[in-house]
Nanobody, 120 residues
Framework: QVQLVESGGGLVQPGGSLRLSCAAS????????MGWYRQAPGKQRELVAT??????DYADSVKGRFTISRDSAKNTLYLQINSLKPEDTAVYYC???????????????WGKGTLVTVSS
């Protein structure tokens, strides 16, 4: 079993910055991919950024403002968020593809989310 726990959310003024963290724990052999998703009130969950094999991908709405990174030794994912806008307000969720045992199937896990509120 694997757990993902997000942290770092909070209330920030427009133009401000935050760094979100996602710590993975449990039975982990390898993590092939990790990502951040968000869900704003009344909207569907959407991809924010992903990292896999050293490459990164971002939603168009966050390019140039958000940076995803991963500390593989600590099984921790980060999202540096700069120049926050009110439309960034959402619950941010961590997601990971995890192999718990060698040659076993990859399982996908979600964290419970951390709330980011951007308001003046």
């Amino acid at each position: 079993q694997v757990q993902l726990v997000e942290s770092g959310g909070g209330l920030v003024q427009p133009g401000g910055s935050l760094r979100l963290s996602c710590a993975a724990s449990g039975t982990i052999f390898s993590i092939s991919a990790m990502g951040w998703y968000r869900q704003a009130p009344g909207k569907q969950r959407e991809l924010v950024a992903t990292t896999s094999g050293g490459s990164t991908d971002y939603a168009d709405s966050v390019k140039g403002r958000f940076t995803i990174s991963r500390d593989s030794a600590k099984n921790t994912l980060y999202l540096q968020i700069n120049s926050l806008k009110p439309e960034d307000t959402a619950v941010y969720y961590c997601n990971a593809d995890v192999r718990s045992l060698p040659r076993s199937s990859v399982m996908n896990y979600w964290g419970k989310g951390t709330l980011v509120t951007v308001s003046s």
